[in-house]
């Protein structure tokens, strides 16, 4: 069966990045976009991006260009997400989600990344 | 970007009842519209695709309707299991969100 598995919570101080894994299994993981969501406590989701791991080709968000950065690892079968200078505004759930340019039909677990000096 | 507004921001109902939960799109959509549910601590699930079709293993108690602007969210019998917060979400241009409706029991 499809899942994503994706690592741990971070805690991690303002000014600095963080690197999250998404790793994917059940399905052949260069056939299928990875999107990227953000959910702050509380609030709504937000669409970061997503990667075609079959050729690398990315999409972002314009709120996100500069802020994220999407890898995958076809190796692995592993799609990355870097969040870069973080802020508070940076505190948050993320998710990965398999999908396609309309929906997301299998989701992470998600990962909580806390920004605090 | 197209904004997306769900109404009621918060629902209460009772079990067996009938509910409607509603989104509306800042311009016409399509029908490029998804709905998903999210229990508290995990991760949304996708529930209706394309505005009317059920994702595969989602009860027929779920329905979806809509065009143009106007999008509805349909339960035909609410059962305690269905107790969670539901997104719609636009594809037609980008990706955004509504910022969901709480659907809980009376």
């Known amino acids: 069966q499809v899942q994503l598995q994706q690592s741990g919570a971070e805690l991690v101080k303002p000014g600095s990045s963080v690197k999250i894994s998404c790793k994917a299994s059940?399905?052949?993981?260069?056939?299928?976009?990875m999107h990227w969501i953000k959910q702050q406590p509380g609030n709504g989701l937000e669409w970061i991006g997503w990667i075609y791991p079959g050729n690398g080709n990315t999409k972002y968000n314009q709120k996100f260009n500069g802020k994220a950065t999407l890898t995958a690892d076809k190796s692995s079968s592993t799609a990355y997400m870097q969040l870069s200078s973080l802020t508070s505004e940076d505190s948050a759930v993320y998710f990965c989600?398999?999908?396609?340019?309309?929906?997301?039909?299998?989701w992470g677990q998600g990962v909580m990344v806390t920004v605090s000096s | 970007d197209i904004q997306m507004t769900q109404s009621p921001s918060l629902l209460s109902a009772s079990v067996g009842d009938r509910v409607t939960l509603s989104c509306k799109a800042s311009?016409?959509?399509?029908?490029?519209l998804n709905w998903y549910q999210q229990k508290l601590g995990e991760a949304p699930k996708l529930l209706i695709y394309?505005?009317?079709s059920l994702q595969t293993g989602i009860p027929s108690r779920f329905s979806g309707s809509g065009s143009g602007t106007d999008y509805t969210l349909t339960i035909s019998s609410l059962q305690p299991e269905d107790v969670a917060t539901y997104f719609c979400?636009?594809?037609?241009?980008?990706?955004?969100f509504g910022s969901g409706t709480k659907l809980e029991i009376k």
């Open positions: 059940g399905y052949t993981f260069t056939s299928y976009d």
């Open positions: 989600a398999r999908g396609t340019t309309a929906y997301f039909d299998y």
């Open positions: 979400q636009q594809y037609n241009s980008w990706l955004t």
């Open positions: 394309y505005t009317n």
């Open positions: 311009q016409n959509i399509y029908k490029y």
